[in-house]
C-alpha cells in the first residue's frame, strides 16, 4: 500500500500551510495511508533533533514509500535518506520550495541567519540519497521570497529531480492546492 510522510517546514506544523489538509484529504480518498509529522522545536529546527525525529518516527519505509518535504522539511528528509541503512529503498520524494541557499532578503534578523547556517553549511551526500530513491519532484516559484530559483539546478543535476517552476506562488504558504505533487504520486 501507497504511504506518504509529509514533513513541514521551519516555523511550520502539520497544518501550517493550506495545500497540506488538500493533500491529506485527496490521499484520503485514493486510501494512500497519509502522515503529516510533527517536526520538534520548529521554531529553532536543528539537524540532529529533525533527523532523529525522522528515524524514530518513520518506521516502514518501503518502495510504496513518498516523502512530501516543504522547504526545510526537504532537507530534513534528504538527511534522513542520507543515513538510512542501504538495501532500503522508496518509490519517490516531492520537495515543495526545497532549497541548498536561501536568499539574502530571507533573514529577517541574525537569529534567522544562525538557525540556517548549519543546514546551509552541512554537506549532504546526494549519491546516498539517490540510493534509497527511485524519483524526485523538486517544485519551484518563480517569486519565491526565500528560495534562490537556480536552487532547482541542483536539484535537477544532482537528483536528477524532475523540475516544475509554478508562477506566482511564493513560498507555497499560501497556496490552495499542488496538482503536481498528486500526479506524481499516482502515476
Known amino acids: ?9 521551519w516555523e511550520g506544523s502539520p497544518t501550517s500551510e493550506r495545500w497540506f489538509n488538500w493533500l491529506k484529504e485527496e490521499l484520503k480518498e485514493k486510501n494512500i ?22 528515524n524514530n518516527t518513520v ?3 518501503d518502495e510504496e514509500t513518498y516523502f512530501v518535504g516543504h522547504s526545510m522539511g526537504c532537507q530534513a528528509i534528504l538527511r534522513f ?20 541557499n536561501l536568499k539574502e532578503e530571507s ?3 541574525e ?3 544562525e538557525i540556517a547556517k548549519p543546514w546551509i553549511e552541512t554537506p549532504i551526500n546526494l549519491e546516498k ?4 530513491t527511485i524519483n524526485f519532484l523538486a517544485i519551484f516559484s518563480d517569486d519565491d521570497p526565500d528560495v534562490p530559483l537556480s536552487d532547482s539546478k541542483i536539484f535537477k543535476e544532482k537528483l536528477h529531480a524532475e523540475i516544475i517552476i509554478k508562477n506566482n506562488e ?7 492546492e499542488i496538482k503536481e505533487i498528486l500526479d506524481f504520486i499516482l502515476k
Open 107 to 109: 533573514y529577517e534578523c
Open 81 to 100: 535518506l542520507e543515513k538510512t541503512p542501504e538495501n532500503i529503498k522508496i518509490r519517490g520524494c516531492i520537495f515543495v520550495a526545497g532549497f541548498f
Open 1 to 9: 500500500m501507497k504511504k506518504v510522510y509529509l514533513v513541514h517546514g
Open 170 to 176: 511564493g513560498h507555497f504558504n499560501k497556496t490552495a
Open 59 to 61: 518506521k516502514e519505509i
Open 129 to 132: 540519497v539517490k540510493e534509497h
Open 33 to 54: 495511508k497519509f502522515d503529516a509529522l510533527e517536526m520538534p522545536n520548529a521554531d529553532y529546527p536543528r539537524i540532529s533533533e529533525w533527523v532523529s525525529y525522522l
Open 111 to 113: 537569529e534567522d541567519r
